[in-house]
């Protein structure tokens, strides 16, 4: 059974930043790639940033290039999301996802946090 814990949230002016935990923990053989979604009141759950473990690959939202950086420690099975210049827009409840196998098979599996707010507001 496999926890994600995310945690970091808060409110903050519009400007300001904040720094997104999640931890993962319980039966992993791996992790092939660890990310976070948004999901704002009356919105879709959209996707915020990717990192793949093996080389760090990134990848991002338009909406949030140049301002946001993923990053992850890998023996530590915890990614991170820091979040600068922060606008309205992107308040929002953060989940945490990790793709992970369980063995050298390559079936791979999902898990899901259960979610950080971010409130953006003066």
């Known amino acids: 059974q496999v926890q994600l814990v995310e945690s970091g949230g808060g409110l903050v002016q519009p400007g300001g930043s904040l720094r997104l935990s999640c931890a993962a923990s319980?039966?992993?053989?791996?992790?092939?790639?660890m990310g976070w979604y948004r999901q704002a009141p009356g919105k879709q759950r959209e996707l915020v940033a990717t990192i793949i473990t093996s080389g760090g690959s990134t990848n991002y939202a338009d909406s949030v290039k140049g301002r946001f950086t993923i990053s992850r420690d890998n023996a530590k099975n915890t990614v991170y999301l820091q979040m600068n210049s922060l606008r309205p827009e992107d308040t929002a409840v953060y989940y945490c996802?990790?793709?992970?196998?369980?063995?050298?098979?390559?079936?791979?599996?999902?898990?899901w946090g259960q979610g950080t707010q971010v409130t953006v507001s003066s």
């Open positions: 319980g039966t992993i053989f791996s992790i092939t790639a």
């Open positions: 996802n990790a793709r992970f196998r369980r063995s050298y098979s390559y079936i791979e599996y999902d898990a």
